[in-house]
């Protein structure tokens, strides 16, 4: 039987308890392309059940939820399945089941959230921030996993005196830092004006670039083993305009 729920951990722990006893379930919080014959299930939250599954799980593991949170963040399309397999094996076991490797469900709910901390780690050197007219900072970026939210501590700690806004294009959503508070909104889009500062050393950053840069004797294998492809759009260095040439 597939199970959909809306997305959040409370859904999550509803539905966990609602497919435990199936074998054979299948957990989603997005559409996906059922077997012949399946008719899908879905679970309405229920706040009072997810908080008794929550605190029965955090009694034999009460790091569990941290790592809930993790797996429901991943990119993988299965993300949800994953989850079920880890906790399936927590409940089981009623004690902590993260180093039992062996275990594939918990091997595979491991790997997940370990890209999920590696693209956090990647994203506190690979956001490029610009500097708008209003002298607030405002940085786009395509991150494989739900992660914008995370990343506000660092910037935070960084950048203690500059109001920020970290744009997670692919979900629609930003992380927001006033200058004394943080919050996530929805962002559809946003039209940025760059200060005159900005466009300045974005040209001279530019020119550095291609100064360095040998075409005889061009890494682009190593390159992209530095910095993946798929964030070079968001990079100065990698955008050409008439002004440049």
């Known amino acids: ?14 539905a966990f308890l609602v497919a435990y006893a199936d074998p054979e379930a299948v957990l989603a919080s997005e559409k996906i392309q059922l077997p012949l014959g399946q008719t899908p299930v879905f679970v309405a939250t229920d706040e009072a ?44 076991e009623k004690r902590p089941v993260s180093k039992r490797l062996a275990e594939r469900e918990v ?29 607030a900072l405002y940085a786009p970026f395509a991150p494989d996993n739900d992660i914008c939210d995370l990343l506000l501590p660092h910037f935070r700690a960084r950048l203690p005196q500059f109001p920020f806004v970290l744009h997670d294009i692919k979900r629609k959503k930003a992380a927001v830092y006033d200058g004394q508070n943080s919050f996530v909104a929805p962002l559809e889009r946003a039209e940025i004006l760059l200060s005159a500062n900005e466009t300045g050393w974005q040209a001279l950053w530019k020119r550095y670039y291609r100064a360095v840069n040998i075409p005889s004797r061009e890494r682009l294998k190593q390159m992209k083993g530095y910095m993946p492809v798929r964030y070079w759009k968001f990079l100065p260095e990698t955008q050409t305009s008439a002004e440049d040439l």
């Open 107 to 135: 091997f595979e709910a491991v790997e997940c959230m370990k890209k999920v901390g590696h693209e956090i780690h990647k994203f506190h050197g690979f956001i490029r921030f610009m500097e708008t007219a209003s002298g």
């Open 49 to 92: 059940r997810a908080e008794k599954a929550k605190n029965r799980l955090l009694a034999f593991d009460r790091d569990c939820m941290r790592d809930l949170d993790t797996l429901l963040r991943s990119g993988m399309e299965n993300r949800e399945q994953i989850a079920l397999g880890y906790f399936r094996v927590l409940a089981r």
């Open 1 to 14: 039987m597939v199970y959909i729920f809306d997305g959040t951990k409370s859904g999550f722990l509803t």
